[in-house]
Each structure stands twice: as C-alpha cells, then as structure tokens.
C-alpha cells in the first residue's frame, strides 16, 4: 500500500491547530516545525532585545526581533531572506527550573525576522520569566507579569517622545530598577527626522552614518530607525523588565500627520502609501499582538485591558482618524469635529459606561485639558470632542485617569466637566508625562509654563526629562513625576521626584504630597 | 525567491530641472518596502533612488532639455525584488533663461536669494522697511536694497495677516514683435501653504499662478545650491502675450492674496530668439 501523500499546507496547518496568517506572521509554527534553523544563526542575533506587551490575566505576547547587525542599510538588521525558527520558554523562576510554555515561532523576513508570540494559560497576576533561542544563540532573559482578575493594587509606568538624537535614556534605566506591573509608552517611539551632527544630534559621544541623516520614508528607512533607537541598552533593560503597553502619536509616521493628511504637501493618495510601511515597522518592532497588525495602510492600535475590576485601561489611537487642521474658528468649534473618529469613540464611551472598575485609565498621545485655542493639535483643536469625552467620563461608575505625553513637559491636572466652569465637578485627572529624550535636557521652567499655570485646574508644570510612576489601589491614586537633571552627557543622572499628588478615588482630585 | 509584482503605467512628464515619474502601485496584498528607481545613463540603468510613493521626482536636471528613460523596481518588505517595469521616456524642459534674451530681470538664476533685500533671515523687517510694499524699477531700483527676498501672503502674522504686491517695471522701446516669456525662480517656499498670486502686466490680469509648496526654510537660509541644502525650489515660467505690452514703461505686479511666502531666487522677462 502506497504511503498516504503529504497532507497540504492548508490541511497541515489546520490539523496543527494552527492559522496560515499565525505561522505567517511570527506568532507560532507548526508543532512538528523543525527546531533547526537551515543555516548557522549569526553570533548576536538578539542585540535588539527582547520583550513583552498587551498583559492579560493568562498571557501576554512576547517579543524579539534577530538582528545580529541591527543597524544594517537595508533595515533587516544583517539577516538573510530564510526563515528562522525561533524558540521560546516562559518559566515562573528567573533560572528557569519551572519552565510552564515552551513553543517556536517562525522569524521571516517579510516581518524583519520579528517574532510575537502569543503565550496563554498562565496564572493571573504573576510574575513570568522568558527567554528566546535561535539556533545557538540565546537571548537576554526577560520579566513579565500577568494582569490580575480581582486586583487591589497596580503600578506602572508612563513613557513618550524618546527622540535618541537629543540625549540618553536614565529614565528608563530607573524604570527597570523600579519593575512596574506595566509600561505605558504613549507616542513617539521613534522620530523621522533626519539626524544631523552639528544639527540634532545632542546625544555626546556617538556618531551615526550617512543613511540616518535622512528623514525616513520607506520600510526599510523605517525599520532602521526603531533599530537605533533600540540599541539604547536601557530602553532595552525596561523592555525587558514589564510589559509594555504601547500606544502612538505622529512621529511614528511624520510630524504632526492626522489621518492621511501629510502637513508638508504630501497628497493623501500618496500619503497612505507612507503610512501602510511606518504602521508595519511600529507592528514589527513593539510587543503588541497580531490584532494591531496593519492591512494595507490601516490598523486598529486602540484596544483595552481589564486589570481586574481596579482598573480599565484604554489605549487610545489619536492619530489615525483625526479631522485635518481646522480651516478656521468655525470649523474648530464644530460639533461634528473628532479626533478619535466616530468608530473609536463609540467603543471609548461604550467601555466607560460598561465599566465597574474603580479607575478608568485611557492613555496615548496629546493633552485633554484644556490649555489655549490655538494649541490645535492637542484636544483644544477638538473641543466639541473633549466635551463629549468629558461627558461620558462624567458618566462612569468610577475617575478616569488620563494618560498622554506629546509635549515634553511634565503636567498634572484636574479634569474638569466643563474646563469653561471652575465650579464643575472634577471628573478625573490628567497625568501628562515629560519627554524620555525629546529636547534634551531642559528646565524646570519654561516660556510655555504660563500658558498651563494660568488655569486654576493645572497644578504642576516642569519642562525637564523624565517619567512618571502611578499605583493604584482600591482607594487612591499616587502619582510620582520623576525627572532627570541632564540627559544629554550620559546615562547616569540621578532621578529627582520632583512632585508628587494623591486623587481619592470616591472624589477625584490632585493633592499634592 | 517570490518575487514581487512590478508596477505598471510608468509614466514621465518634463519641467523645469526636473522630470516627474507616476506609476500604478502594487496592490496592498503585496507589503512594498519601496520601489527603486533607475535612469538609463551610458547604456545601463543606474539607481536613481527610492521612494514609497508611486511617485518620483527627478530633480536638479540643469535648465537645457535631455531626454532621459526610466524604470522602477518593486522592493517587498523580505528583500524580494521584481522585474523592472516597461521603462518610459521623458525630457526636462528648456528654460527660457537658456533659450531666451533678457529684456529685464532683477537677481540672479542661480539657485540663491542672497543678493536680494533682507536676505538670508530678516523677513520680520518686511513691514517697517517695504510699508508699501515692493516697487521695483529695472536699471535705477537694486535687488540688496529694494525687491525683497520674501513675498508675504495673507496667512504670515509677521507681515501683519494681509495681502501684498510686488511691482516690477520695465522699459520696452516699441510692443514686441513676438510674445514674451516670465521665468519667477523660487529657492523656496512654505511647506504647506506657498498658496498662489494673481500675475497681472499693465493692469490686466493675466492668471492666477500657483505655487509648488517648498520646506519652509528659505526664510532663513539663502542658498538652495550647496550639498544638503533642505530648500526646494520651484521654477515657474509662463508665455506673456505680446497684446500685453506697450512701448514706454510696463509694469508686472504679483498680488500675493492667498497662503503664505514665497522666496525668490529671480525674476526676469525674457524675449525669444
């Protein structure tokens, strides 16, 4: 009797249990995938790190991208067009003596040989340990942790604008010594721009080469970029340290982009095509799970997590469905204007009235609070959205903790119902974190600080680097804004808290401790 | 190796110093990394550059018309590289600062703004030292004191948010026998809102002109010429009719009424040979 013929790709990969586009896109392999890869695995291979993202109570997805020379032209980080396999293990002990998953994941060049797999079954609010292998090399070892069911206590975080030209990275350094529950990076991961020595290149003592002195535009340009900045050996360290929740702002495709409005003459038919290449690189290099990968020009980046009933959280996407710059007051002030668009902001206002969580956390890209008209960028170029938004969080069972970056400036704020009425109710907070490395060192104080400290509901403003630390529990909400003295030097300034605030959760509010 | 699909209806248009390619982009069911783009020089074809767009712009072709054949390569997102396209041909077109004489010009073709008033950086001058704008007479007005190197538009705070003109006047000994040609060579102009001016001779409008959006840097920086210079300049060249003119003193005027600045490299009219 003649052996059975071998069973086709679909057949085989539907007996693995396994979808096409999973094994495709490097989030698994077939269980009878060959360990093996077909050629030696270059020494190195991990110099880009590892990490993890999108925390649930039984999993998270894992992260690495091979790139035994990372910075090579072509943008795929010195590896060949093969298909790797890539192995991983998750264990409850840093040594790996409880090892709970084992499972490879095919590396292709089609995604710049990242892999994200995605691990479930796991215990809630534990810590996990994990690391890769591919061939003979073995990765750093990375810490993770689940997200609790119930939840009494929860900290994390908050990160944005890490432009590497403009200095170094001791914020996350700290961030790594400090192991949250979780990271929150709210936009500007990478920048476009062109880095030029003599120009924008602040970091002291690097240089970089001729193809990074360019403004980025194509996969492969953009690809390089995040495996610059990700040669930061202490992004790499907070990376690995937490999972991290990643959401976006405008640099991660061009400056101040909305929808597929270009502001430098770029026509949207054109546009687009930049925007599908800068979405695949934000997929390919962040910890983030096979259901924000892009089709074509378009993703869906916003998303959300349980952490028990102690907290929602909200990753928002402000970018990719905004209004385009309003052509005059009228226009700003039109009710019909969004900058969520009108599909997100349902599934936002939806979620908040849902909610029994004590805290509602929404998080990514620009300020809410109100600040001036002409800052039309942030939501003040948005109002009639805002007030909406404020609505519904006036609405909620429980405050809402906003999370944004974008301005390279520490503020804290109060949410009020109407920012228009001092007397309005409070209906939350605003935590909005300083710069990473964007402006370089900076200063307590700025030209800008009068625009915010004018309002009554602004309550802190400083304009040096830095990040901010936020626990929550079943009662009140601390908040740390941690700051940097230089960033610009090198990586060992010592963090400063140079503010801290409290909001009660039954009567949301900021005092400052 | 799959290779990817190549991209179809390459074609290519002339201008001033450059040659504009558009092409029909692969389907979003291939990931394109970018295409590649290839000119025919001595017999094989060189890489030109890269671009995302389906779009490509050949720039810096000098002012003399050369015909000139191009291909593209699709680059998918592993590496994977197509077939070239079916090439297409295309010229840059002839200036008439090249094919042309000289009736009157003020600054000049050369890429910079420097020898213009207020050039590299004063435009915040512009109010105090044009108050009426610039009036500029060929053979006794001088480019270093009287045509400014910005015309301001309505959308620049600086310039007080109006409209503003630039007059431009010249002697002609008898109407031309054949029409005249207008070049207005920019280094630069505003990235996003270069807008258009009303182009009128002798009181009579003759078109609204627009402008290709620039960088936004040639309010600070004269020289669009030097490796690396962010500037991009735009050339303009339009035929005057000849019904236009009179013999005596004409005046052309550029009536900046919508966006903001632009910056001159020259301007000047031109007669045919």
Not at chain 1, 81 to 87: A, M, S
Not at chain 1, 142 to 152: C, E, F, M, N, Q
Not at chain 2, 63 to 89: I, Q
Not at chain 2, 116 to 131: I, K, Q
């Amino acid at each position: 009797m003649p052996p059975p013929p071998p069973p086709s790709r679909r057949t085989f990969l539907q007996l693995t249990g396994l979808s096409a586009a999973s094994v495709a896109l490097g989030v698994s392999a077939p269980a009878s995938a060959d360990a093996t890869p077909g050629r030696p695995v270059p020494s190195g291979a991990f110099a880009l790190g590892v990490g993890s993202g999108d925390p649930r109570p039984d999993g998270f997805v894992l992260w690495t991208r091979l790139a035994p020379d990372p910075l090579a032209a072509d943008g795929h980080g010195g590896m060949r067009v093969d298909r790797v396999p890539v192995q991983y293990e998750v264990a409850e002990d840093e040594r790996f003596r409880r090892v709970v998953r084992r499972g490879l994941a095919l590396a292709m060049a089609e995604l710049a040989h990242a892999v994200h797999p995605e691990v479930s079954g796991l215990r809630p609010e534990c810590e996990y340990f994990y690391r890769f292998r591919a061939g003979n090399e073995i990765s750093p070892v990375g810490r993770t942790k689940t997200l609790p069911v119930h939840g009494s206590r929860f900290s994390f975080a908050t990160a944005s604008c890490q432009a590497w030209y403009h200095g170094y990275f001791p914020a996350y350094r700290d961030i790594a010594r400090r192991a949250p529950d979780a990271v929150f990076f709210l936009g500007d991961y990478i920048y476009e721009y062109g880095i030029v020595a003599g120009g924008n290149l602040w970091r002291q003592g690097v240089s970089v080469a001729p193809e990074h002195e360019v403004e980025i535009e194509t996969l492969e340009q953009y690809r390089l970029r995040y495996s610059l900045f990700k040669t930061d050996p202490d992004l790499q360290a907070a990376h690995a340290v937490a999972p991290w929740l990643n959401s976006w702002d405008d640099h991660e495709v061009q400056n101040n982009y909305g929808a597929d409005n270009s502001i430098y003459g770029v026509p949207p038919e054109l546009f687009v095509h930049r925007r599908a290449v800068a979405y695949r690189a934000f997929y390919e290099n962040l910890p983030i799970g096979l259901g924000s990968l892009p089709k074509g020009p378009d993703t869906q980046v916003y998303r959300r997590y349980d952490v028990g009933s102690l907290a929602r959280l909200n990753l928002l996407d402000n970018r990719q469905y905004r209004d385009p710059v309003p052509v005059d007051d009228a226009d700003q002030q039109s009710e019909k204007r969004t900058i969520l668009g009108a599909q997100q902001e349902q599934w936002l206002y939806d979620g908040l009235r849902r909610s029994r969580a004590t805290w509602n956390v929404l998080a990514g890209g620009v300020v809410l609070t109100a600040i001036t008209d002409d800052r039309i960028e942030q939501w003040d170029g948005y109002p009639a959205n805002r007030r909406r938004l404020l609505a519904a969080m006036r609405d909620a069972a429980g405050p809402s903790v906003m999370l944004t970056g974008d301005i390279h400036r520490h503020v804290a704020a109060e949410l009020k119902a109407d920012f228009a009425d001092p007397d309005s109710p409070t209906v939350g907070v605003e935590l909005v974190c300083s710069s990473i490395g964007s402006d370089g060192d900076g200063a307590d104080t700025d030209r800008y600080a009068k625009d915010w400290l004018q309002h009554p509901y602004v309550k802190f403003y400083n304009a040096r680097r830095g990040y901010v630390h936020t626990t929550l529990t079943r009662s009140e909400l601390t908040a740390e804004f941690v700051n940097f003295p230089y960033i610009e030097a090198d990586a060992n300034a010592e963090p400063r808290v140079v503010a801290s605030f409290r909001s009660p959760a039954d009567s949301p509010r900021l005092e400052a401790l | 190796m799959n290779r990817p699909p190549a991209i179809t209806h390459l074609t290519g248009s002339g201008q001033i110093s450059s040659i504009t390619l558009d092409w029909k982009p692969v389907s979003w069911a291939t990931v394109a990394d970018h295409y590649a783009v290839y000119v025919l020089n001595a017999g094989s074809f060189e890489l030109l550059g890269k671009t995302v767009y389906p779009h490509f712009v050949h720039r810096g072709l000098g002012f003399t018309g050369v015909p000139r054949t191009y291909r593209v390569v699709t680059v998918d997102a592993a590496g994977n590289r197509s077939k070239p396209s079916a090439p297409a041909a295309a010229t840059n077109l002839t200036s008439v600062t090249v094919s042309g004489v000289p009736v009157a010009t003020v600054g000049a073709f050369d890429g910079k703004g420097s020898e213009l008033a207020l050039s590299p950086n004063g435009y915040a001058s512009y109010p105090t030292r044009f108050p009426s704008d610039v009036d500029y007479t060929f053979g006794t007005s001088t480019p270093a004191a009287d045509w400014s190197y910005l015309l301001p538009g309505p959308a620049d705070r600086w310039a007080e948010s109006k409209s503003h003109r630039a007059r431009f006047r010249f002697e002609l000994a008898a109407v031309p026998e054949q029409d005249l040609d207008l070049a207005l060579w920019l280094i630069d102009s505003h990235a996003s809102l270069a807008g258009s001016a009303v182009l009128s001779v002798n009181g009579t409008e003759v078109e609204r002109l627009t402008f290709a959006n620039g960088a936004t840097k040639g309010s600070l920086i004269a020289d669009s010429t030097y490796p690396g210079s962010p500037l991009k300049p735009s050339y303009l060249e339009k035929p005057l009719p000849r019904s236009l003119f009179r013999a005596g003193q004409n005046v052309l005027e550029l009536f900046k009424d919508n966006g903001s600045w632009i910056a001159y490299d020259a301007l000047g009219i031109y007669a045919r040979e």
